[in-house]
């Protein structure tokens, strides 16, 4: 019988293990493989040819992986069309930061005196809109939670609007002012408020000093405190390069001592520092993705009492390790025009977070009136690895989902065009890592 490989198998090696392993996520299928059966793969010949039919690394025919993949395809557009939009506010540009690797530097935070109309317009915008979706609101900045009482008028009535129509809240703040608005913020749907910690003491207070100089490492960790205890959940961000990377450690012990981690109110994300719109003064000290996880596997290998405080994805990696099986395929990574939208202050529509303010990204205005460029909203709609011309023939196209549209254009110019994720490298550290942990951890008892 005529048999061959299904496009979409990811065939990399483990790190550090002489093993390989195969992930089909078309099929939802995942196998370690041992050197005799990575060899039989390399080589194309099957001893027991049917065992890798069963799983469908072997397809007998490309019609019928094809109209596999077609199912799958709408299956999940009928699913994201489904699932809840979130939609980014900006109420200012305005940073009481200077942060050392800010994208935004550049952007004027002119004041605006009519900011509470433009809110009104926004929540009236959003209520027609986004009618009978489900979704909430991310508010976003500049920095959202600046000290002085007009901007805490301005958050009070943002707080107000959002309980008028039911909708629940996130923040993404440098955590300074935290602490004095948590009386504002009790007072909303708040389910998460994102803070970045950078480091302890100086090494944060050298990234993200205050505009004027000064420090503003405590009155984070006391924000960051004041929140927890307070029943409010924070999303603990880590902004990593090359210079920071070693404060993980510690700032995981501090997470620990804190009581943090285990209150039930203490999420973690790591976020890679990297260019996105404007060159950084320093580039030497950027991670790419791989070099990036490549130093988080050597760490949690010597430390993996690190997990405790984060597990990196490792592209499916940790899904498959905690559910056991792999996601749906990912035909699309970029939510932004489809479950993500931005708004800012001055009456502008964009895709996203990376594009909000960025001028010559507005994709129309809702205030003062509605307008909309339909056909660049559609192109942003339309981008998946399906309209992407480079990933229709990606062996990798659904891990990857095309990556950030953002990114690929800054890039290309072009929205069509891809984000590259090296998702069977990512794969190889991962699935060595979590697989192994287990045994690792008796090691170190
Ligand atoms: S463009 Fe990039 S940052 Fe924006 S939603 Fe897409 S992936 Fe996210
Ligand atoms: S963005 Fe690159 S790695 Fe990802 S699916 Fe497209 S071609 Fe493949």
């Given at each position: 019988m005529e048999t061959m490989k299904s496009k979409y198998n990811i065939f990399y090696n483990l790190e550090d293990s002489d093993e390989s392993y195969i992930v089909n996520p078309l099929y939802g299928e995942a196998d370690f493989l041992d050197s005799r059966r990575s060899a039989e793969y390399r080589k194309g010949k099957f001893t027991n040819p049917d065992e890798w039919l069963e799983k469908g690394y072997l397809i007998k025919s490309k019609e019928e992986e094809d109209r596999s993949y077609r199912d799958k395809y709408f299956k999940f557009i009928e699913e994201r069309d489904e699932s809840e939009v979130q939609i980014f506010w900006v109420p200012n540009y305005a940073c009481n930061f200077g942060c050392s690797?800010?994208?935004?530097?550049?952007y004027a935070p002119s004041p605006s005196e009519n900011t509470l109309e433009v809110q009104k317009a926004f929540f009236s915008?959003?209520?027609?809109?986004?009618?009978g979706r489900s979704k909430y609101i991310t508010v976003f900045g500049g920095e959202p939670l600046l000290p002085g009482t007009a901007q805490k008028e301005l958050i009070s009535a943002l707080i107000d609007e959002a309980n008028l129509q039911s909708l629940s809240l996130a923040f993404v703040t440098n955590g300074y002012s935290l602490q004095e608005y948590?009386?504002?913020?009790?007072?909303?749907l708040v389910r998460e408020i994102q803070v970045t910690l950078d480091g302890i003491g100086a090494t944060h207070d050298e990234r993200?000093?205050?505009?004027?100089?000064?420090?503003?490492?405590s009155q984070v960790i006391e924000g960051i405190d004041a929140a927890i205890k307070n029943k409010l959940t924070v999303n603990l961000r880590v902004v990593l390069d090359k210079e920071n990377i070693k404060e993980l450690p510690a700032i995981a012990e501090l997470a620990r001592e804190k009581g943090w981690i285990g209150s039930g109110y203490f999420k973690t994300q790591l976020g890679r520092n990297y260019e996105l719109h404007s060159c950084q003064k320093n580039s030497g000290i950027l991670y790419d993705r791989v070099s990036m996880y490549r130093d988080l596997y050597s760490m949690i290998r010597e430390d993996p009492s690190l997990l405790d405080f984060h597990k990196p994805a490792f592209s499916l990696s940790r899904f498959l390790w905690e559910e056991g099986e792999l996601p749906e395929a990912l035909f699309d990574s970029c939510p932004a025009c489809k479950t993500e939208w931005a708004f800012d202050y001055t009456g502008n529509i964009y895709s996203c977070t990376a594009t909000v303010g960025k001028s010559g990204e507005e994709l129309g205005?809702?205030?003062?009136?509605?307008?909309?460029?339909?056909?660049?909203?559609?192109?942003?709609e339309s981008r998946d690895v399906t309209s992407i011309p480079e990933c229709k023939g990606c062996s990798l196209q659904l891990a990857c989902g095309g990556g950030c549209a953002s990114v690929a254009k800054n890039?290309?110019?072009k929205i069509l065009s891809p984000d590259c994720r090296p998702v069977d490298k990512l794969m190889g550290m991962g699935l060595s890592l979590y697989y192994?942990?287990?045994k690792i951890k008796k090691y170190t008892e």
């Open positions: 690797y800010c994208y935004q530097e550049k915008y959003v209520k027609s809109e986004f009618a948590i009386p504002i913020l009790k007072k909303g993200r000093p205050l505009k004027s100089g000064g420090s503003t490492y205005t809702f205030f003062p009136e509605v307008s909309k460029k339909e056909d660049l909203i559609d192109e942003w890039q290309t110019g192994s942990i287990d």
